[in-house]
């Protein structure tokens, strides 16, 4: 099935550092996603985007929701050690507003260093 | 607190026993979702009920089954499985047009 190309796969960084990855689909997506999983939880949802250019914030975390409809980035600026964990994009087709169907990206794993 | 459970957080069962995994909501979501997901994946969507309409992925297969016997349970049933199904698995609920709200997960393990 589809997938959504995430990246960085994976970084490791210094407390205190800014932080960005971005995904990219092949279609164009209504709905950006951009959840947090912490080892042996569940995904939790960070920020939600429903327009292209939209920017939102939450925190010290900012996604944007790419003027193509085909991409999304997130930063994350001055980086804590609760930082770590598992950050996946996920993107809603059109098609899919009542079934709510998600594509997910392969994940960011991040990890700081104190 | 509204949310979503997952009973039991950890399960092991034998190879070719068949398990049960549970997920109860108190959101009175409409919308129940199972996904499966491997070490370091995404996760992976197996099937969902809107209210009592079952919808299964098309590569889903067959050993995997489940049940919605009213809005607040849902259940996943595995009726042979195998050592390749050991992953995690995970129930979200969705109130439309909100979105996806996972529970914590329930790791299971094949011996």
């Known amino acids: 099935g589809q997938q959504l190309n995430q990246s960085p796969q994976s970084m490791f960084i210094q407390e205190g550092e800014d932080v960005s990855m971005n995904c990219t689909s092949s279609s164009i997506f209504n709905t950006w996603l951009w959840y947090k999983q912490d080892p042996g939880e569940g995904p939790v949802l960070l920020i939600a985007?429903?327009?292209?250019?939209e920017l939102t914030s939450n925190g010290r975390l900012t996604a944007q929701f790419g003027i193509t409809r085909k991409d999304s980035f997130l930063n994350i600026s001055a980086s804590i050690p609760s930082d770590v964990g598992i950050y996946f994009c996920?993107?809603?087709?059109?098609?899919?507003?009542?079934?709510?169907?998600?594509?997910f990206g392969q994940g960011t794993t991040l990890q700081v260093k104190p | 607190d509204a949310m979503v459970i997952q009973n039991p957080r950890y399960q092991v069962t034998q190879f070719g026993k068949p398990v049960t995994l549970s997920c109860s909501q108190t959101l009175n979501h409409n919308v129940m979702y199972w996904y499966q997901q491997k070490s370091s994946q995404a996760p992976k969507l197996l099937f969902h009920?809107?209210?009592?309409?079952?919808?299964n992925e098309a590569d889903t297969p067959d050993n995997f089954q489940s049940r919605r016997p009213n809005t607040s349970f849902c259940f996943l049933d595995i009726r042979s499985p195998g050592l390749g199904d050991a992953a995690m698995y995970l129930c979200?609920?969705?109130?439309?047009?909100?979105?996806?709200?996972f529970g914590p997960g329930t790791r299971l393990t094949v011996t």
């Open positions: 009920y809107y209210d009592k309409d079952f919808n």
């Open positions: 996920a993107g809603r087709e059109a098609g899919s507003s009542n079934t709510g169907k998600l594509i």
């Open positions: 979200a609920t969705r109130d439309p047009p909100g979105e996806q709200y």
């Open positions: 985007l429903y327009k292209a250019g």
